[in-house]
């Protein structure tokens, strides 16, 4: 049966309102010497009565009778109405089916709230949108109203069940509220005699092909599910019969535990409709069992013991579907709804109405082409070229290319429902939230054109084993995937087992681990003498260098410990200056700022409105800068300057005061200009997002002198106009190492060492010796008092270490090369003494 809605032989589970209207059909046949007459006979199962339409009893008076039936309609008609009004959201797309039925997990179709109420209540719908969507619900009930009193064939059902059948036709939404889907047999199903000893019990599914009952097995007192095809106005083409007879006969050939065994075809002889019979397979599906795991998943219950059971059956599926590959049928649906599980273990694979029989010349499918007059619903095709399930339908399928439909096929298809069972979703759930809206033609195209998505990237807990082997089986490209459903089965059974899985690549960790778990003999063996070695090693060097190297090795790490610290903060402070000069380049206010000042000159109208503007974004500016400075205590200023042919001007600084520390803004009256010279002509060719370090005795004209220094910095970078794409100007940030230098250096005081700081020329700057420092050396060389460090400031190479492993550690580090252009060198040298 090639309908999603209502699988063919899955004879689906029981249902409250089923149970309540169920009106047991019997018939059979009539002794052979009745010349074939048929006729009623008495029901051989006196315990089955119908229970809804109660009947009050003679002792009832009148008035209860009334009452009871009164409020037995009203109940009817709330269920009709919340079906409708159900049945409008869906179809429009408003709600997803998977919101309602989270959303009704607390309700129940027979109280007294709605379910327009429950969705207000759960915020899914809001109080506005009610009444628009209630009217649409009253508009499909009437519809459905009238074709009811038009339909002669209704007379024989409760109005009820006439109305939830045409609202709800495949039963999907009735049972997700809680009514179930069945239907009391129609005038002409009442008087069916067959010629074989079934008697019809209810109906369980219905589709566009064909309707399933659950039937009763007169002669061995057994329920089966019956499937007979359903002809339009008693009219069957022929390739409708011909299809049908097909997806019996493949069927029956797949005489497989894991397959719905089929017990007889036979035809109605009172309506002449072909059926036939197979077992019923009850309630349970792996849809079910999947959406129960991922509940409790949910509630923080993830009981890995039910994931093993779904993987179990999922490799018996596998086993299932690799068998009918052997007979070279495709089944082309698959899907959890499709797969019947009972309480034993057993896994049977369900509705193969979609079978492909695979042979080389194709001319076994020839014949059963479909007509457009037998396209099923539109959850299973979209034309006679797509055929299957949307949410698990492999790309050749959703493309059309029926000639590349192959083994291949089922195994994304197996893929898909492995998906769900580590997720709860479907592999083409749209953006895996139910939210999105999407048509049918954009999901195809989604599946056809869209990336394959892993499984963790959903529920970040799956096993990345099994993601992998997710992840190959449903691979767009066929040669990606796995060969065959035995080879997917084969690497699933290999993850339960502990051992390598085939699609996954494992780390040299996890090859290790697994290489102990398979052989632990070994592995205690191997571990023993490792670690007997490696003590081994361990103590013989120890006692032949203990004595000559403890010494040493301790002084040479004291001095290595110094240098690295100094360096790595001094490149720190460097680092952070040339990153806030970025930052500072790249603020909307400066943008803004130079906006302003390439606006025309302004009228007398605008002059105050746009120098006000301006002075706004400096403000801005200089409130941003002074929070830098206030933030880091090295940062002596911050300024910005302006290019104007060969002049610079001074537009906005700020300044911390040397004598006490404080911020401020400079006045605009004492910002300088300067004519651009060589140098700072170099600095205005920065292209933008370069930054200029250098030290501040060789910074540019025009920015401030007071720290002419060696350990102090100047950070430049080039303030570009965005909107003319020219250079602008220069921000230049000055900051003071000297300070940090010394409280470092205090930090890392250590007894028997001396710290020396010398800039890129090798001249002392600051030194601390016997705990103590001392100015009378700044300005010399480093030869003064340490020869060996002289080295390091002779080459060429911008980052040179020197140590002589016994008492002196020289390095000298280039600031900030990693992030700009820079030539700021400050070497930093350490000398151990007894």
């Given at each position: ?63 209860d009778a009334n009452l009871s039936q009164s409020s037995t309609d009203t109940s009817l ?424 899985v085939s699609a996954y690549k494992e780390p040299s960790r996890r090859k290790v681990s ?117 933030r880091n205590q090295s940062y002596h200023s911050i300024e910005m300057i302006a290019f ?191």
């Open positions: 049966m090639s309908d999603a809605t209502s699988p063919t032989e899955r004879s689906a589970s029981t249902d409250p309102l089923a149970e309540n209207q169920q009106i047991l059909l019997r018939s059979a046949r009539t002794p052979a010497g009745d010349g074939g007459r048929r006729e009623k006979v008495p029901s051989p199962l006196p315990d089955l009565v119908a229970t809804q339409d109660f009947t009050p009893t003679v002792d009832q008076t009148d008035t008609d709330k269920q009709v109405s919340d079906l409708a009004f159900a049945a409008a959201l869906v179809r429009s797309g408003k709600v997803k089916e998977r919101q309602l039925e989270r959303a009704v997990k607390d309700w129940t179709v027979f109280g007294n709230q709605s379910l327009a109420e429950q969705l207000v209540r759960n915020g899914i719908l809001t109080e506005e949108e009610i009444s628009h969507w209630q009217a649409e619900a009253r508009k499909l009930k009437d519809s459905v109203n009238q074709s009811v009193a038009e339909d002669p064939r209704s007379q024989s059902m409760s109005l009820g069940g006439s109305q939830m059948l045409r609202i709800d036709g495949s039963g999907r939404l009735a049972k997700l509220l809680g009514l179930g889907h069945s239907s009391e047999p129609k005038s002409d199903d009442n008087e069916r005699g067959l010629i074989t000893r079934f008697s019809l019990v209810r109906k369980i599914g219905e589709g566009g092909l064909g309707t399933v009952w659950l039937a009763r097995d007169e002669n061995l007192r057994r329920y089966v599910a019956i499937k007979e095809i359903r002809n339009q106005n008693d009219r069957v083409s022929a390739s409708t019969l011909a299809r049908f007879r097909r997806e019996a006969e493949v069927t029956g050939r797949l005489e497989h535990p894991g397959i719905v065994p089929i017990y007889e075809f036979g035809t109605d002889i009172q309506t002449g409709r072909f059926f036939y019979v197979m077992r019923f397979m009850g309630k349970q599906t792996m849809q079910n069992a999947i959406s129960e795991y991922h509940e409790l998943r949910e509630t923080g219950n993830d009981d890995p013991l039910i994931l093993h059971r779904l993987i179990s059956a999922f490799v018996e599926l596998c086993n299932s579907v690799a068998y009918a590959h052997s007979k070279q049928v495709i089944h082309r649906d698959l899907k959890p709804e499709n797969v019947a599980l009972d309480s034993f273990g057993q896994v049977i694979l369900l509705d193969w109405g979609l079978a492909k029989i695979n042979d080389d010349t194709g001319a076994a499918e020839a014949a059963f082409e479909i007509g457009d007059d037998e396209i099923a619903s539109s959850n299973l095709t979209l034309a006679s070229q797509v055929l299957g399930s949307p949410m698990y339908m492999a790309p050749e399928q959703a493309s059309g290319h029926i000639e590349l439909i192959d083994e291949r096929t089922d195994v994304y298809g197996l893929g898909g429902i492995l998906f769900a069972i580590l997720t709860g979703q479907s592999p083409h759930e749209p953006s895996h939230d139910s939210s999105v809206n999407v048509t049918f033609s954009e999901l195809l195209t989604e599946i056809v054109s869209g990336k394959v998505v892993h499984a963790k990237e959903v529920v970040p807990t799956v096993p990345p084993e099994l993601d992998a082997i997710c992840f190959r089986a449903l691979q767009k490209k066929r040669c990606l995937r796995y060969p065959s459903a035995s080879a997917l089965a084969e690497d699933l059974e290999r993850y339960m087992a502990g051992r390598k697994r290489w102990v778990s398979e052989h632990p003999k070994w592995s205690q063996f191997i571990g023993v003498a490792s670690v007997v070695l490696i003590l081994v090693i361990f103590i013989s060097t120890y006692l032949v260098r203990q004595n000559q190297k403890a010494a040493m090795s301790h002084r040479f790490q004291q001095a290595a410990d110094v240098v690295k610290e100094l360096a790595f903060h001094m490149q720190a402070q460097a680092e952070d200056g040339i990153k806030d000069a970025r930052f500072l380049a790249s603020l909307p206010a400066v943008q803004q700022i130079i906006e302003g000042a390439h606006d025309s000159p302004p009228t007398a109208a605008t002059e105050s409105i746009d120098a006000s503007n301006r002075s706004e974004m400096q403000n801005r500016f200089a409130s941003i800068a002074e929070a830098l400075l206030h104007a042919r060969d002049q610079a001007k001074q537009i906005t600084r700020v300044e911390r005061n040397v004598g006490t520390g404080l911020v401020r803004r400079v006045p605009e009256a004492l910002l300088s200009s300067f004519t651009i010279d060589e140098q700072n002509a170099t600095m205005a060719s920065l292209m933008p997002g370069d930054v200029l370090l250098n030290t501040s005795d060789k910074t540019v004209q025009g920015v401030d002198a007071e720290y002419n220094d060696s350990l102090a910095l100047t950070v430049t970078t080039s303030v570009y106009d965005q909107r003319n794409d020219v250079a602008f100007g220069l921000l230049v940030i000055q900051l003071d190492l000297r300070g940090l230098m010394r409280d470092r250096i205090e930090s890392t005081r250590r007894d028997g060492v001396n710290v020396y700081i010398a800039d890129g020329n090798g001249l002392i700057q600051m030194v601390l010796s016997e705990g103590v420092f001392r100015s009378h050396y700044h300005g010399k060389p480093i030869a003064t008092l340490a020869p060996d460090a002289s080295r390091i400031f002779g080459g060429t190479t911008f980052e040179t270490s020197y140590s002589d492993e016994t008492s002196l550690y020289a390095k000298r580090v280039r600031l900030g090369e990693r992030i700009s252009k820079s030539s700021a060198d400050v070497g930093v040298v350490v000398q151990v003494h007894n």
